[in-house]
């Protein structure tokens, strides 16, 4: 609240549950808006659609576009009674809905991801500003489909993007635009903000800091196939889970750290604190492992934007395999591995899996964190390197 936004949407709060988004976004001081939220018997929405601003003297109307495939992305059960979708038909009604009340800029507040964005300039041409979210791209300049500007402005607050508008009679005259890196260390902090969170976290300090290994190298996670954090979180589950295979999401979230670096159980749960975190033990057939894998492969590669998803490919922990990103779907997936065996995947034959961050309601299981953790623990000293496990092929 102490940031002061003018709107916000919304996509990862969701998973907190329909009753608690609904008391945290009914006490926020500013709108959250989510035009493409509804109630599922009557579709009357559930946040309010859009908002009007003045800037400058402009007209400004605002609507906002929660993240669409909530229920198919993240567990449907935690908000049962609500239905998303892209709903392209709705946002040209709610652009026709501002410029009745006079706005002369519309800005679409989107949580689509940025391939979606484009597709959807495409088809609401009406559409001046997409402030786009989701898939964590920080693009340096603006992306121009017709009229409409697209930004964005990657996450985790490591960018600031500014765009000045030049608006005469309902048009964009002129921009200029800058994509501006926050150097944390080079930033004095707000010193409200600050009293705000060291309170906030001084009854958890404690646990946070708690130092349950180090790592000899760089432990990251944003990488299209794998990512050296997400390793050791597989790793974690094949020892802890005792499994032959793991499964990890391919979240784009979490933080990354320096060779040489202690790690800390908050750097754990910054690679994986959600509402459904238990990692679960469980037999999957070749043939099913194949499923999962080319089905995550579907969702991302996709040749049209409206069908991805976001987000990374699954991360695997003893299983090698081959994709082609171009390949029709059901057919990117090849020369699955089990590591430790150097055999084939057979398709008739069980596997033990471990995994985490499943969608269905009754996953049992310890919390991923205390997983990663015990491993750590125990381990003390990681010393990751590129596994070489996922081979792009094709293309």
């Given at each position: 609240?102490?940031?002061?936004?003018?709107?916000?949407?919304?996509?990862?709060?969701?998973?907190?549950?329909?009753?608690?988004?609904?008391?945290?976004?009914?006490?926020?001081?500013?709108?959250?808006?989510?035009?493409?939220?509804?109630?599922?018997?009557?579709?009357?929405?559930?946040?309010?659609?859009?908002?009007?601003?003045?800037?400058?003297?402009?007209?400004?109307?605002?609507?906002?576009?929660?993240?669409?495939?909530?229920?198919?992305?993240?567990?449907?059960?935690?908000?049962?009674?609500?239905?998303?979708?892209?709903?392209?038909?709705?946002?040209?009604?709610?652009?026709?809905?501002?410029?009745?009340?006079?706005?002369?800029?519309?800005?679409?507040?989107?949580?689509?991801?940025?391939?979606?964005?484009?597709?959807?300039?495409?088809?609401?041409t009406d559409i001046d500003v997409i402030l786009s979210g989701h898939t964590h791209?920080?693009?340096?300049?603006?992306?121009?489909?017709?009229?409409?500007?697209?930004?964005?402005?990657?996450?985790?607050?490591?960018?600031?993007?500014?765009?000045?508008?030049?608006?005469?009679?309902?048009?964009?005259?002129?921009?200029?635009?800058?994509?501006?890196?926050?150097?944390?260390?080079?930033?004095?902090?707000?010193?409200?903000?600050?009293?705000?969170?060291?309170?906030?976290?001084?009854?958890?300090?404690?646990?946070?800091?708690?130092?349950?290994?180090?790592?000899?190298?760089?432990?990251?996670?944003?990488?299209?196939?794998t990512g050296t954090l997400d390793d050791v979180f597989c790793d974690a589950m094949?020892?802890?889970?005792?499994?032959?295979?793991?499964?990890?999401?391919?979240?784009?979230?979490?933080?990354?750290?320096?060779?040489?670096?202690?790690?800390?159980?908050?750097?754990?749960?910054?690679?994986?604190?959600?509402?459904?975190?238990?990692?679960?033990?469980?037999?999957?057939?070749?043939?099913?492992?194949?499923?999962?894998?080319?089905?995550?492969?579907?969702?991302?590669?996709?040749?049209?934007?409206?069908?991805?998803?976001?987000?990374?490919?699954?991360?695997?922990?003893?299983?090698?395999?081959?994709?082609?990103?171009?390949?029709?779907?059901?057919?990117?997936?090849?020369?699955?591995?089990?590591?430790?065996?150097?055999?084939?995947?057979?398709?008739?034959?069980?596997?033990?899996?471990?995994?985490?961050?499943?969608?269905?309601?009754?996953?049992?299981?310890?919390?991923?964190?205390?997983?990663?953790?015990?491993?750590?623990?125990?381990?003390?000293?990681?010393?990751?390197?590129?596994?070489?496990?996922?081979?792009?092929?094709?293309?």
């Amino acid at each position: 609240m102490l940031l002061k936004p003018d709107a916000m949407t919304g996509h990862w709060e969701f998973t907190l549950g329909a009753a608690r988004v609904s008391a945290l976004t009914a006490a926020l001081p500013f709108p959250f808006l989510a035009h493409n939220v509804r109630e599922a018997d009557f579709e009357d929405h559930i946040f309010e659609p859009h908002r009007m601003f003045t800037a400058g003297g402009v007209a400004v109307g605002v609507i906002g576009q929660a993240f669409p495939v909530t229920p198919i992305a993240n567990p449907r059960w935690l908000v049962p009674a609500w239905r998303f979708g892209l709903r392209v038909d709705d946002i040209r009604k709610q652009v026709a809905d501002v410029r009745a009340k006079g706005a002369d800029l519309v800005v679409l507040l989107s949580h689509n991801g940025f391939d979606v964005d484009r597709k959807l300039a495409r088809e609401v041409t009406d559409i001046d500003v997409i402030l786009s979210g989701h898939t964590h791209d920080a693009i340096p300049d603006v992306t121009r489909v017709g009229k409409t500007l697209i930004v964005a402005s990657g996450s985790h607050g490591k960018f600031v993007s500014r765009l000045d508008l030049d608006v005469a009679a309902g048009r964009i005259r002129d921009f200029h635009y800058r994509l501006i890196p926050v150097f944390a260390d080079a930033i004095a902090s707000d010193a409200e903000v600050r009293a705000v969170v060291e309170a906030g976290r001084a009854p958890y300090a404690r646990d946070l800091g708690r130092v349950l290994g180090r790592t000899a190298g760089l432990l990251y996670r944003r990488g299209t196939f794998t990512g050296t954090l997400d390793d050791v979180f597989c790793d974690a589950m094949l020892e802890e889970r005792d499994a032959e295979i793991a499964l990890s999401p391919g979240f784009r979230w979490g933080t990354s750290l320096l060779p040489e670096t202690d790690i800390t159980f908050e750097d754990v749960t910054n690679g994986c604190a959600i509402t459904y975190p238990n990692c679960y033990r469980t037999t999957m057939s070749g043939a099913r492992l194949k499923e999962v894998l080319e089905d995550v492969a579907h969702n991302i590669f996709h040749t049209d934007p409206y069908y991805q998803q976001g987000g990374d490919m699954v991360r695997t922990g003893g299983l090698g395999f081959a994709i082609d990103v171009a390949a029709p779907s059901g057919r990117r997936i090849s020369e699955m591995t089990l590591l430790k065996s150097g055999r084939a995947i057979e398709p008739g034959k069980d596997y033990v899996v471990a995994g985490w961050a499943s969608i269905a309601e009754d996953t049992r299981g310890p919390p991923i964190w205390d997983v990663v953790a015990a491993y750590l623990s125990r381990r003390q000293t990681i010393a990751p390197k590129p596994s070489g496990a996922v081979k792009v092929v094709g293309g």
